[in-house]
Structures are given as C-alpha cells and as structure tokens.
C-alpha cells in the first residue's frame, strides 16, 4: 500500500492519543497474565496490542470500522491479537471474558454539527456524549465471565457521575482507577465489577 493511502486510511481510523495510554495503563496494572479480554472499539489496536505485549493475556479487538480492524490486525499481528469487525459486544459469546475493556466515542455533539463518516462515529458520543456507552453498558454484562471486570473512559465532558449511575442501574459497582487532567476535560478510567 503506498503512503498516500496509509495516510488516508489513518484519517478513518483513530489514532492513540492521551486517552489510549491512560487507558492502556490502568489495563495493564490491572489485568492478569491468563485473562481472556475483549477491547471494543479498538481503532488503531494500540491498547489492545499493549495489553497482549505487557500482560501476556489473549486479546481478542473488535471495532465496527473495517479501516479501523485492518490497522488492528496488523499492529497486533506480533503479539497474537484476534480482531473482529463487531458492533459493541453482538457477536460474543456470553460469559467468555474475563475483562473487557473501552474507550468509547465521549465527546457531546450536536446533531446538527455531526458529518457522517467513520473519525465522527470514532469521536462522537451523540448530544449527551453517551449514546455509546449507555447501550454498551446495557449489553456489556451478557459477555462478562463471573468475576469479569470492565475497564471504561469516561470523560468530564461526557459525566462522569452519570456513567456510574447508568452503571448502577445495570448491577455494577465503579471505582475510578485512574484519572487525567488537560485543560478542557478531566479523563477517567473507571473499573465496574458485579
């Protein structure tokens, strides 16, 4: 594939930036070496090849962008990642991971303001920025294993409160594991249990 077409696929595809490595980071303490963890909404597959690297756990990344699994497959190609073209958590069986972790689209758009293609449905968390994660939260649990965890990030802009009562009301408890402050936003990466 020639560089002008990289780099346009690059322009579909998000990138790692500051909310990948916190997120990357709180993972990889957390988890452990034999977990089965499923990263959804995986972009470029940066977290999802920093936890199979660091922690030795099979990773399966799924992302509902194809640009964004062709990046994934090939930056986790080393380190045995499995990717999946998948809308949240559909296809996967119930009870088969042990994590399952996210960065989903947070930042609150107005429709009005919303283009349609695939960097908008990466960065776009609808009027609320939460139109992502309430329908993951309310399918998340199906794919957990008994003692599953959830590794999520949120954003100030997105609530965070609101996420952990959203949470709350589909049988998780929140801890904050993490958390980073820019200018405009305050980034959390919040850890839900059963």
Same mark, same amino acid.
């Given at each position: 594939m020639d560089l002008a077409n990289r780099r346009g696929l690059e322009?579909?595809?998000?990138?790692? $930036?500051?909310?990948?490595?916190?997120?990357?980071?709180? $993972?990889?303490?957390?988890?452990?070496?034999?977990?089965?963890v499923l990263e959804v909404g995986t972009g470029s597959g940066y977290v999802a090849d920093r936890l199979a690297t660091e922690t030795g756990a099979r990773v399966v990344a799924s992302d509902v962008n194809p640009h964004?699994?062709?990046? $994934?497959?090939?930056?986790?190609a080393d380190a045995g990642v499995e990717v999946v073209r998948a809308d949240l958590v559909s296809p996967f069986v119930d009870g088969s991971f042990d994590a399952v972790v996210f960065n989903p689209?947070?930042?609150?758009?107005? $429709?009005?303001?919303?283009?349609?293609?695939?960097?908008e449905r990466a960065l776009s968390g609808g009027e609320s920025g939460r139109e992502v994660i309430d329908p993951f939260l309310e399918t998340v649990g199906r794919v957990l294993a008994p003692d599953g965890v959830v590794l999520l990030l949120v954003s100030s802009l997105t609530g965070v409160e609101e996420v952990v009562e959203t949470a709350g009301e589909e049988g998780f408890s929140a801890v904050a594991l993490a958390d980073?402050?820019?200018p405009f936003e305050t980034l959390t990466v919040?850890?839900?249990?059963r």
């Open positions: 322009t579909d595809v998000y990138q790692p $930036a500051e909310d990948s490595a916190l997120l990357a980071d709180a $993972a990889c303490d957390r988890l452990e070496e034999d977990a089965l964004a699994c062709g990046q $994934a497959r090939e930056r986790g689209p947070y930042l609150p758009t107005d $429709a009005d303001a919303e283009w349609d293609d695939w960097m980073e402050s820019f919040l850890e839900l249990v």
